[in-house]
């Protein structure tokens, strides 16, 4: 997933469409606010403002302009009219539209069993250290097929650390829910909804950048040929114009949707949740009692990427 942002020269401003409904008008001489950032409350306090009132404003400081509704966002992602830029399942993916080889799977299944096993017996354990760092690296070590091999040397798959990430957000968001991991436990099906889940709502990469290859009409302008354009999928992701209770996690809900990957064949997004899967199963069947550890409270960080740092467990209960 392409996360670097270098500056540009500001490009010629858009098109100005008329505001929607709930959008203010920029007062002369007031700052236009830019990527947010700060803590929790503070980074998304800024999505949100960046959604209702400046849904399309230029951000000097990464030169680009920033996106922040869903379907702008969505828009971006998927619309040939952008180019520059890739996610593991985009249309790019072709080349390597292959399934995962079943050598892979059996390797990352053992790997989360035998890393689960490993700290089973603790009175402590960093998840985050200890194995969601360890998890993803399992896949490396197939490379006895072709189709391992190969898949191993594209790009999508050597991603490790956002899946290392994405992997933090998704166990904190099951850890913080007690009701929803043990609905997990007695129903495994339900584990690629609660993936997707927080892959919306606490995604590992919360910016790419895109490039627009012609004029593009969006909620809040029109973007000229050449635009560079940096698409917040952290703001996306919590727009309550696409998700109910957007800032609540749940598994189950109606509406589901995520934009960290893309909805191709590519085998990275099918490794990705199938790390999720098989890490989860062998956490619950090796710690059934698994809990927070007393007095933590995970915290995550970044601007760019973001995840947990920290994942303090009682792996005993």
Known sequence: ????????????????????????????????????????HELYEGYRRLREE?????????????????????????????????????????????PVPHAMRETVQ?????????????????????????LPSGAVGVRGSTTGRALLAGRCVSQISVREKALASFFANLLDHPVRLATLRT??????????????????????????????????GTLPAGAAVACLIGA??????????????????????????????????????MEAEYGLRALIEAMPRLRWADGFRPVASGLITRSPKALLVRPRG
Do not use: K, N
């Open 1 to 40: 997933m392409h996360a670097d942002i270098r500056p540009v020269p500001e490009p010629t401003p858009p098109t100005r469409s008329a505001p929607s409904a709930g959008s203010a008008s920029h007062r002369p001489g007031s700052p236009l606010p830019g990527l947010p950032t700060g803590d929790e």
């Open 54 to 98: 400046y849904p399309l404003t230029y951000d000097a400081s990464v030169g680009a302009w920033l996106l922040s509704r869903y379907r702008d966002v969505a828009t971006a992602l998927t619309d040939l009219r952008f180019t520059h830029g890739h996610r593991p399942g985009d249309v790019g993916c072709a080349a390597h539209l292959a």
């Open 110 to 134: 053992r790997t989360a069993y035998v890393l689960a096993r490993r700290i089973a017996g603790r009175e402590q354990a960093d998840l985050v250290e200890e194995y969601c760092r360890w």
């Open 187 to 220: 129903d495994p099906r339900l584990i690629a909804r609660a993936w997707t889940e927080s892959l919306r709502r606490d995604p590992p990469v919360l910016v790419v950048i895109r490039r627009t290859a012609a004029e593009v009409a969006l909620s809040g």
């Open 236 to 273: 996306a992701g919590r727009d309550p114009e696409r998700f109910r209770d957007p800032h609540h996690f749940d598994p189950l809900r109606s509406d589901p949707g995520q934009l960290t990957y893309g909805l191709g064949g590519c085998p990275a997004v099918e490794l990705a949740a």
